[in-house]
């Protein structure tokens, strides 16, 4: 089964980036979508787009619209979401999860372990 | 639009049952999915499509849709059951939308 794996806590200064993996085993990478998800402390859910490895296509939510980069790696299993222009409203755990669409419903899973990103001087 | 609302909180006396529910436009096109997230842990699937558990979860875990409304009922509810429960649907642009959150609470 898919299990997805994301890299550690990452210390960013504002007006920096930041670049978090989730690496995939199991299944096929590549044939189906990975999503990324974000929580701030003690705040809901919140979509940030995805991509589709096999195809290298991606969408991203309205309001990440240029600040926001998705890749994936084939050859290593691995996706990433590359987070420009960093302010502290982006602090948040940082979570990815394999997106399973079909004509009607659509839903996540599995998902990473998160990746906590504080943004602070 | 494409907002999904849910009730804050609710509470639930350990055995009892619970329904959670999620309103939203993009419902009366797509089907609603169900995440548990228990404090510090990653959400988990506990429900999608039209009926749908994951290998694993509970059998008093069901779901139901109806209109612009999807709804989560806990049957029998567990003191493990105590989480936050987000709905997630999507719109005809493939755009994701997550539920503002429940927070339920085992009494």
């Known amino acids: 089964q898919v299990q997805l794996v994301q890299s550690g806590t990452e210390v960013k200064k504002p007006g920096s980036s930041v670049k978090v993996s989730c690496k995939a085993s199991g299944g096929t990478f590549g044939s189906y979508a990975i999503s990324w998800v974000r929580q701030a402390p003690g705040q809901g859910l919140e979509w940030m787009g995805g991509?589709?490895?096999?195809?290298?296509?991606?969408n991203n939510a309205q309001k990440f619209q240029g600040r926001v980069t998705f890749t994936a790696d084939k050859s290593t299993s691995t996706a990433y979401m590359e987070l420009s222009s960093l302010r502290s409203e982006d602090t948040a755990v940082y979570y990815c999860?394999?997106?399973?669409?079909?004509?009607?419903?659509?839903?996540?899973?599995?998902w990473g372990q998160g990746t906590l990103v504080t943004v602070s001087s | 639009s494409s907002e999904l609302t849910q009730d804050p909180a609710v509470s639930v006396a350990l055995g009892q049952t619970v329904r959670i529910t999620c309103q939203g436009d993009s419902l009366r096109n797509y089907y609603a999915s169900w995440y548990q997230q228990k404090p510090g842990q990653a959400p988990v699937l506990v429900f999608y499509g039209e009926n749908n558990r994951p290998s694993g979860i509970p059998d008093r875990f069901s779901g139901s849709s109806s209109g612009n409304t999807g709804s989560l009922t806990i049957t029998g509810a567990q003191a493990e059951d105590e989480a936050d429960y987000y709905c997630k649907s999507r719109d005809h642009r493939h755009f994701y939308v997550f539920g503002t959150g429940t927070r339920v609470t085992v009494l």
């Open positions: 999860a394999r997106d399973i669409i079909e004509d009607y419903s659509n839903w996540f899973d599995p």
């Open positions: 991509i589709i490895p096999i195809f290298g296509a991606a």
